[in-house]
């Protein structure tokens, strides 16, 4: 069973429960915007045209719906007297990818749009998607037709809908299981689509014929949402799929969750979870991470069902007033389990079954080299952090269109932002390791087994939640550790490490081993005592920690996990055990002493 640490986990150390927040009182802002918008419509056809290098408030809430943020550079320049500082509005735009499947020419077409329409990169995310940066807003509608030409959404990668529906990546062939698994995945994402018709109205309407391309959604004519309705979601709303033996998407983490329960290769049904999120606000004491708690066991042939009532429990009874508290995890907290779980019942409309005894056991980021089952292989290229960029030296972009256009792989994304090439020949081993040298990038077999387990979130400079750096500074955090790592043996020892430059924590890093949040420019917030089977939530360890200062920290706490584990224990389950206050201790002797013998 998972250590269930939920409401009392607050960034703050707050200890008391949360005040009741169900009466009722003013809707937000944002919902405001969704219940005016005309079922997500609103102001962004006229914003499209208008000649402004953005839009106004109301769209670019509603835009996140449709698979986009507006963002502003905020890289600080230099300004010359008497210049006034002007910020620089592109758009991020994701694209919805159910279990991170994707073809070979699919993903070449995402290179493509990156290099034509965006920053030059291309970014996988920690849910299985693809993101580009730096799209400029007159450019925001041939983006997204390009993404519907080659049979892709960004409708719902963003917005208070349902997101990218995760699954296990691993390509094995002749296995009923993941393949009946990965079809649900594919059945929950459609069921829970929007249903809207403004997404084809505003993005895949002709402008010179009017001809409209429906090439998913809704409709003609509009439709309203049968499960969502006028004001869809009070927020965000996520989900997984994973496997006992492999919980590779952090099943935990997510509003709902469905793990696997299987026998000789027969799936009996799914053990639901519900209430996972990672998101804090630090100006709210009242805001926590939290793990999902299990609900029930359903059969198959009721997974979509049962979505679907937790679902609209979550519309009709989540906090419309206060974003921060609008989450599943918070309408869970203030209903009481024992509440929520009744309320799921009625609109399922049976009772509902107690979980199967089995939970999570094993974590495969299946990178690496793998068979399939079918006589084939499959690949898994560890990228870092999930960027796709060439620079010199380094050329990975140019070494991914070589493999695709010369070999031609299935590809796959996994939730730690690497890739799958699939359908592989023994033959592809020696092809694909020269491409990649050809080209200045490591095979993953090349590459630290600390740097291949750390994740990071975007951050500066593109992210206007972020008060410090993650991704830019990540690597170069891993380049000072790996020596010292390997100095303690611990070279070949698997332990998460996620960074976030704030405590939003999209790189999930609150069940981690090691957590590094974003607390104010150049500091952080260290956690410790998670784990990589991403059922525990971590502790806080250090606050306000300087960047400078995070290698030696963390150092410190390696060499008393070196020097007083247990026998197969993993860092976080030693965390756990000693207790956060004597690993403090023995570490800042540590510090001082400069050895872990003079402090033992």
């Known amino acids: 069973m998972c250590n269930q640490r939920g409401q009392h986990y607050l960034l703050q150390g ?38 402004e290098a953005g839009f106004g408030k109301g769209s670019i809430q509603l835009l996140k719906n ?50 034509d329409l965006a920053n030059g990169s291309v970014r996988l995310t920690t849910r299985q998607g693809i993101q580009h940066h730096g799209v400029i807003k007159g450019d925001l509608k041939a983006y997204i037709q390009k993404i519907n030409d080659i049979q892709l959404t960004t409708l719902a990668a963003c917005g208070d809908v349902e997101r990218n529906v995760m699954c296990c990546p691993a390509p094995i062939r002749n296995n009923t299981v993941r393949d009946e698994m990965m079809e649900k995945a594919e059945q929950i994402a459609e069921a829970l689509a929007p249903r809207t018709t403004a997404y084809h109205e505003i993005w895949l309407t002709d402008d010179e014929t009017g001809e409209k391309t429906l090439a998913s959604g809704g409709v003609d004519g509009h439709e309203v949402e049968p499960l969502y309705g006028p004001t869809y979601l009070p927020r965000k709303f996520k989900t997984a799929f994973a496997l006992p033996e492999d919980n590779c998407v952090d099943v935990y983490a997510n509003d709902l ?253 609150y069940n981690a081993d090691i957590g590094i949040v974003g607390r104010t420019k150049d500091k952080y917030t260290m956690f410790l005592g998670g784990r990589l089977l991403g059922d525990r939530l971590n502790e806080k360890y250090k606050d306000v920690v300087p960047f400078d200062d995070l290698s030696r920290e963390i150092t410190a706490v390696l060499a008393c996990y070196k020097t007083e584990r247990q026998q197969d224990e993993t860092l976080g389950d030693f965390c756990d055990r000693k207790g956060l206050d004597d690993v403090r201790t023995w570490a800042d002797q540590w510090l001082v002493n400069g050895t872990a013998a003079e402090s033992s």
């Open 66 to 115: 449709h698979g986009t943020y507006q963002q502003a550079d905020r890289d600080k320049k230099k300004l010359e007297p008497g210049e006034k500082r002007v910020k620089k509005i592109s758009f991020m735009i994701r694209t919805r990818i159910p279990g991170g499947k994707l073809t070979a020419d699919q993903m070449l077409a995402q290179i493509d749009l990156g290099d």
């Open 257 to 509: 969750g469905y793990l696997t329960i299987h026998e000789n290769g027969k799936i009996l049904g799914y053990n639901v979870l519900a209430g996972g999120g990672m998101g804090v606000t630090p100006s709210a004491a009242k805001t926590f991470p939290a793990l999902a708690k299990r609900l029930c066991f359903v059969p198959p042939e009721d997974v979509i069902d049962i979505a679907v009532a937790i679902v609209k429990v979550q519309r009709d009874y989540g906090n419309r007033s206060d974003r921060k508290v609008a989450r599943l995890k918070y309408t869970i907290h203030n209903m009481g389990f024992d509440a929520f779980r009744e309320k799921v019942e009625e609109y399922f409309g049976k009772p509902l079954t107690a979980c199967h005894d089995v939970d999570v056991y094993g974590f495969d980021d299946h990178i690496g080299w793998y068979e399939q089952g079918d006589g084939k292989f499959f690949y898994g290229l560890n990228i870092e952090n999930g960027r796709i960029i060439d620079r010199e030296g380094f050329q990975l972009k140019t070494a991914l269109r070589k493999i695709l256009n010369d070999i031609g792989p299935g590809v796959r994304i996994t939730a730690h932002q690497s890739i799958l090439f699939t359908d592989l020949d023994e033959s592809d081993r020696e092809r694909i390791a020269t491409i990649l040298h050809d080209h200045g990038v490591k095979t993953s077999e090349e590459i630290s087994t600390l740097r291949r387990w750390s994740m990071a979130c975007v951050a500066l400079p593109t992210c206007g939640l972020a008060v410090a750096e993650s991704e830019r500074v990540l690597p170069g955090l891993i380049d000072t550790l790996e020596p010292e790592v390997a100095k303690l043996g611990l070279d070949r020892d698997a332990f998460t490490l996620r960074m976030t430059g704030c405590p939003n924590a999209c790189a999930r890093p």
């Open 14 to 51: 707050r200890k008391e429960p949360m005040p009741d927040e169900s009466a009722p009182v003013k809707p937000s802002a944002v919902e405001v915007f969704k219940t005016d918008s005309d079922y997500l419509k609103g102001d962004i056809p006229e914003e499209l045209h208008d000649g």
